[in-house]
């Protein structure tokens, strides 16, 4: 056994190097506690072996091996390492966030580690004992016994009877669907009839191999074979490109079918899964208890559940997931499929690891030889872009599945309905007519606007004051069902004002309008229509939000008013008009991004109306006319937006000609702020040059009291990424030798969004 390991912790560290006692076995890639610091023991993952004594003066050893098999194995090595690597965090920061918390116990002391510590659910299994699984013998007993013990008789017979292919995989039947009390079974045992097993709860699974599947198109069976073929070529990446209402999933449903049918595994990323019940449901429709369902608003004994279960699995499992499913252990892993592959929400922003889930998916399949699968009805321009270079294979799905025909879409210039007297509250004529003859004919309506609350601002006519966070640079948002004035960076709330602090006269107005506020005003306007909202406020809880998706995909609910929520691939089947109540505010933000942005937005929410035989119909309302975004969305033409926003893209060397490093840097004190993120924008101006661009205030530049700049690097394709790496890398260490800029907070983000 070698002496030393290299262990892993869940800290923002590297790894760590312990002695081995003697006479302890453990391997790669096992759970071990370990004890860092004066008073902690964590879990530590075994990283290396090896016989080279570290370089400290007392070596610590390890402590006790915590489970009887791996908990990490050698491809989910590989992946954290390229996701340190590549997001430059640490490995202990991958590692802190891959593992499920309970997996993974901590504790100040040895009696505190072994309370955190998990312990499986075990649930009773039953067999009939060795020499009555001959069925003549048991027979024969049965006859023997009926007389005198007709229930030990009528259980036997029962246990005997349970279906072969509902038995777990050691022949065993689970005790809760033998309906007797304990003592009875006691009996049976002693008198040796049967035996009992306790087990792991939720380790077997009953699986279906028969799937019922959708006969495809003509348009999506060539889909389906040009990913087939485009993946036997080795291209391993496929983009599919299929406007809403196409039948991606249908699409992809084959394709996961023939991969369980060969017992490969499946990951199915999803943006935001918490959100997708619709799809699950569907999904579990067609493969069963197959399906796995992995996010974070599971219970931490249900991750950790399903993340032991895998790591013992042989391959054939269904996993849909959120973008924190990539880090479960897949065994034989066949194919990923990312849906919505554009989503932004694929990127993990707040903290280290900002990785982005569709990215590392491919690396993940790469890694087991895996296929991808990318589907989207408006594809990120990376992701196109790939496909036009060759890189991807591509496919594209250009008609509606069955009658529905792709929406109508009219445009509705908010100034000339404000000059002709025809807009009333927030809703232009167009809309109003659409609305209420979708009512009269007994069909549903859907109405965007992307602000939560009911107004975003509250201010005085008279001085110009307007009622701002006093810990973060933005305006408070009046919530009038709460009746408070509220923050939405870091939830400071207070009353809503009466009178201008300033000129202290009563003249408070409100600006602006959120989704509250459409609800209140689309209400009054139909008194008779049932209107409901989904925004953030009113889904506090999963079964908040499901709720108001069952009310609405039922018809109790006419009107649904939400934000990007209800983007969210929804298949309702009687939604005929879908309201953008502001287009500008979409399209007028400084981003690089956000005319992409704003055209996958809208297209996305326009694409839920009309998803049957009604022709649905989407009025965009909109003062910025001329903006070429609203042609392309108004044309549906995804290829002109691409042609020219690449072209820009390429003219400025943003993604996808370049990638982008960016850098938030902070701290309270705005001088010392500056101070050091001006002498690291020069540090790493030295290696870069031009290719530097900050420090800058981010549009938010202050929240909870903290001041932030930022920094960015474009690195343009074609450059080493590694060695950009190294030379940032090298400005990080030169900065950290400044004692005075020691507190300013760093945050790298490769790829953001
Ligand atoms: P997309 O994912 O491209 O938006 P969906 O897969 O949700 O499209 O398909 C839209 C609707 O059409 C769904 O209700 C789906 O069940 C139906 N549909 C699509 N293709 C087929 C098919 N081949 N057979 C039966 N129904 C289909
Ligand atoms: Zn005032
Ligand atoms: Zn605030």
Redesign the pocket.
Known sequence: MPRYADILLPLAQPTYSFSVPEGVEIGVGDAVAVQFGPRNTYTGIVWRLHDRRPDVKRVKSIGRRLYDYPLVDEAQMRLWEWMAEYYMCSLGEVMRMALPSMIKPQGSSEEDFRAEEFQPRKESYLSLAPQWQDRAALKAECERIARRAPRRKALLEVIADFPKESLNSYGEMPRRLVDCDSAMLAALRKAGYISVAERERSVEQVREKMFRL????AQ?ATALSQIKQSWEQGRNVHLLH?????????VYIHLIAKALSEEKDVLLLLPEIALTSQLIE?LERVFGSRVTAYHSKLSNLRRTEIYLRMMRSRGGELVVGARSALFLPFKRLGVVVVDEEHDSSYKQSDTAPRYNGRDCATILASMHGAKTLL?S?TPSLESYANSQWGKYGYSR?TE???E?RPPRIILSETMRSVKRGERKAHFNQPLLRAISEALERGEQVMLFQNRRGFSPYVGCKECGWTLRCPNCNVTLTMHRGKNRMECHYCGHSEEIPRVCPQCKRADIHTMGFGTERVEEAISEIFPEARVARLDRDTSTSISAYNRIIKSFESGETDILVGTQMITK?F?FGRVSVVGILNADNMISSPDFRSSERAFQLMTQVA?RAG?REREGVVVVQSSEVDNPVIGWVLRGDYEAMARSELQERHAFAYPPYSHIVQFTMRHEDPRLLLGGATNFAQLLRDSFGRRVIGPVAPPIDRIRGVYALRIMIKIESGRSMAKARELIRKALAQIAEQKSYKPISIAIDVDPQ
């Open positions: 959708p006969e495809l198109t999506q299929g406007i809403t209402g196409s039948g991606k999933t249908e569907r589907s009805a799905l509606r599945y069955g529905a691939g298949d694409g998803r």
